[in-house]
């Protein structure tokens, strides 16, 4: 895996291209950074070549400007596509990575080859009550971070994670994260029902672990019944399924997106 930062931004993002194969670029959840995809980088390298960045404020990614925002991540990455030659990829993205995902598809779809969403929602057609009933949750622990990270990372990983190993893992992360990052976060709503819902000229993987939170779980099985996409509920699995059931997730993924090739 090698490290780069992407020319007059933010944003720093790491790539195996070992493989003479489809690119798949993983986006991360909020509060952690590149590594929780560890165990994916390490499954799928040498069968596609592979990119993950840092979301503005998380990881590397702290060397901010004026004026950067959460909202500017769908164009950093096309620019990261530009510079290193990708001409499409497949795009997988846990939680805020769901999201972010979704806005790069919303505007360069030409370049998607296809969308794995886990733990997210359908930025184009949301009930905004739900988002904000979510916002009021995030609140909460974000009062805690006020205090104190160690406190905030302590309440967040048992909320994101649900293996004693994967929490562990996303704690390490999260206690790295800096309260001033914060601010990156707000722009997020602006990204939702911003464009209008069409058919998708790709295949769609939406999903969750089954110990989720409730709200979660529905907000998939709609997903997946309103767009007749696939669906994986996994198991023994929270938030971030792919820390907390990785052999099953990467076989999962990797299924989807032959299938997809095909």
Not at 223 to 231: G, I, M, R, S, V
Request: with cysteine.
């Amino acid at each position: 895996m090698k490290k780069f930062y992407l020319d007059n931004s933010p944003i720093a993002y790491y790539i195996d291209d070992s493989a003479d194969k489809d690119w798949i670029v993983f986006v991360h959840a909020a509060f952690v950074d590149h590594r929780m995809f560890d165990k994916q980088f390490a499954y799928f390298s040498g069968k596609f070549n592979l990119l993950a960045i840092d979301i503005l404020g998380h990881g590397n990614s702290v060397r901010t400007r004026k004026g950067d925002t959460v909202a500017k991540t769908a164009e950093w990455i096309d620019r990261i596509f530009t510079k290193h030659n990708i001409p499409s990829a497949h795009l997988v993205g846990i939680s805020l990575g769901a999201v972010l995902i979704q806005d790069f598809a919303n505007k360069y779809e030409n370049k998607v080859l296809s969308l794995a969403c886990f733990g997210g929602y359908d930025i184009n057609s949301f009930d905004m009550k739900k988002l904000k009933s979510n916002s009021k949750n995030q609140m909460k622990m974000m009062m805690k971070a006020l205090f104190s990270i160690k406190w905030f990372a302590k309440a967040n990983k048992k909320i994101s994670a649900y293996t004693s190993e994967a929490q562990a893992e996303f704690y390490e992360m999260n206690i790295q994260f800096k309260k001033s990052s914060f601010m990156y976060l707000s722009g997020l709503q602006k990204l939702v029902n911003k464009y209008p819902k069409k058919q998708r000229q790709y295949k769609l993987l939406v999903g969750c672990g089954e110990h989720d939170i409730p709200e979660e779980i529905e907000i998939v099985n709609e997903w997946a019944q309103n767009e007749n996409c696939d669906k994986i509920i996994l198991k023994d699995a929270g938030h971030c399924v792919n820390m907390d059931a990785p052999q099953e997730f990467n076989k999962q993924l990797e299924n989807f997106l032959i299938n997809n090739n095909k």
